[in-house]
């Protein structure tokens, strides 16, 4: 898929996650809140990651949101 294809999903999960999923989950019972908020920050991390080929600072940044979110699915509820 072509980086300028990509750029409308990175903006649609930026806006799901910063928005209307992040406010929502905290209504889940636990452990569901972390692992929802946690897969979307997986998300936008691969889509980051597959966005910013030959941009090694987007890349940094997606591996950094793909870790937070495996971190706090894992770890941090």
């Given at each position: 898929?072509?980086?300028?294809?990509?750029r409308?999903?990175?903006?649609v999960i930026g806006?799901a996650?910063?928005f209307?999923v992040?406010a929502?989950?905290?209504?889940?019972p636990e452990p569901?809140?972390g692992?929802?908020?946690?897969s979307?920050f997986?998300?936008l991390g691969i889509?980051?990651?597959?966005?910013?080929?030959g941009?090694?600072?987007?890349?940094?940044?997606g591996?950094?949101?793909?870790?937070?979110?495996?971190?706090?699915?894992?770890?941090?509820?």
């Amino acid at each position: 898929m072509k980086p300028d294809a990509l750029r409308p999903l990175l903006g649609v999960i930026g806006l799901a996650a910063g928005f209307g999923v992040y406010a929502l989950s905290e209504r889940a019972p636990e452990p569901w809140p972390g692992v929802i908020v946690g897969s979307l920050f997986v998300a936008l991390g691969i889509t980051a990651w597959v966005y910013g080929r030959g941009e090694r600072w987007i890349q940094g940044l997606g591996a950094a949101l793909l870790l937070y979110g495996l971190l706090r699915i894992l770890f941090l509820h």
